[in-house]
């Protein structure tokens, strides 16, 4: 393929076996890059253009580590949060497209590994709106393998688990989307289902905003600065009450 977009010919003076052989590689190829997960793209780790991880500077040592974990809705609430936790905790943000998948579960191991964090308050499911691109039946394995990782590589940190915000027709601010909404409160239903099994407390989102849709900002998913501040402002009463009391022992 060209950088143009065009795909080369085979040259007339190939024979016929030489173009279908060369037919062969190009199907193949599209192929393979049709079928390639959504996670092929090297912008969705976590320096890549709009999702990133933003790293507190950490002055004060002895202060609670929370990691902030969420698709562009967490962009829109991160530095409300953030200003109100200083000289309360030291807060990282990690802003990420995935949905419940395999790959998605690996990468948050390795982010966990680089932070003894004390809170973890994930807000995801916004990217596994469309019907399908989580495989049927394992929303609830995935997601329950999820938390397992945190608990896995930090046993005594406290997750705090968002349901995901209200998705509105695009162009229409004030009207729920019908299917894709539709899909977002069952894959909030069953999140909320595996944190009850896992005893973890739930930070329901959307149920803040459902009543506000005129807050939202119109194209679909986002929502307007007054939406943002409801959101910090519960995000951040749930973080406070989950911190240790004890303050940590500053390393040298």
């Known amino acids: 393929m060209q950088g143009n977009g065009t795909y080369l010919r085979p040259p007339a003076a190939w024979g016929s076996e030489m173009k279908i052989c060369a037919l062969v590689l190009w199907v193949a ?11 092929a793209d090297p912008r969705l780790h976590a320096d890549g253009k709009g999702w990133r991880i933003e790293r507190a500077k ?5 202060l609670p580590r929370v990691l902030l974990i969420g698709d562009s809705i967490l962009g829109g609430y991160r530095g409300a949060v953030t200003k109100a936790l200083a000289g309360k ?52 394995p995935l997601t329950k393998a999820y938390v397992q990782v945190i608990k ?14 209200p998705v509105t027709v695009k162009g229409k601010p004030g009207e729920l989307d019908g ?6 409160i069952e894959q909030n239903r069953m999140a909320a289902k595996v944190m009850a099994e896992l005893n973890v407390p739930v930070n329901d989102l959307y149920a803040l905003l459902a009543g506000k849709l005129e807050l939202a900002r119109g194209d679909g998913f986002h929502w307007k ?28």
């Open 58 to 62: 950490i002055v004060d040592q002895t």
């Open 152 to 165: 896995d590589k930090l046993p005594k940190a406290k997750i705090i688990w968002a349901s995901s915000t």
């Open 89 to 140: 905790a030291n807060v990282d943000a990690w802003i990420n497209p995935y949905c419940q998948s395999e790959h998605y579960n690996k990468l948050l191991a390795e982010v966990l590994a680089q932070a003894p964090y004390d809170v973890i308050h994930c807000n995801m499911g916004l990217h596994g709106w469309p019907v399908g691109r989580i495989k049927e039946g394992t929303f609830e």
């Open 29 to 39: 190829a599209v192929g393979a890059a049709q079928a390639a997960p959504q996670e």
């Open 179 to 184: 299917v894709i909404n539709a899909n977002i």
């Open 225 to 252: 600065g007054d939406a943002y501040k409801i959101l910090s402002a519960a995000i951040v009463q749930k973080i406070l009450a989950a911190l240790p009391t004890e303050k940590k022992t500053a390393t040298p």
